[in-house]
């Protein structure tokens, strides 16, 4: 007696699941109430303590103590100091602006010539 598939569903074995799904949800629900009975609230952690001050000061005490990076300052000549100082006036009392000087406009010229005609020669321009 030997059973082969057939074509439409198999009804015992859908029975079969239904009855063991049905099975395990009773089987959570009685769980779960018990759990709910005769477990005790399980207190909450107490909050952390109040590091977060203690925490950024020693980062701020630590910030003290590292060295700042030397930044290179170049020192003008007493010309250009004395350049500097002198600022032209304008009608209504405003200052104006410094103006750089005519040999270094004419070398920054020159430079620029040159860059120019190298472009020129590789044939960018």
């Known amino acids: 007696n030997m059973k082969l598939g057939g074509l439409g569903p198999d009804y015992e074995a859908i029975k079969e699941k239904k009855q063991k799904l049905r099975l395990q949800k009773e089987y959570s629900r009685q769980i779960n109430e018990y759990n709910m009975k005769n477990i005790i609230v399980v207190q909450r952690l107490p909050a952390k303590p109040q590091v977060s001050s203690v925490s950024r000061q020693k980062a701020l005490e ?29 009608p209504n009392g405003t200052s104006l602006p410094q103006i750089p000087s005519l040999e270094s406009l004419w070398n ?16 960018i321009l």
């Open 62 to 90: 630590y910030a003290k103590k590292i060295p700042r990076p030397k930044t290179f300052i170049t020192r003008q000549s007493d010309q250009e100091v004395k350049e500097e100082r002198v600022l032209p006036q304008a």
């Open 108 to 123: 920054r010229h020159e430079k620029e010539k040159e860059v120019v005609a190298a472009f020129k020669s590789l044939h």
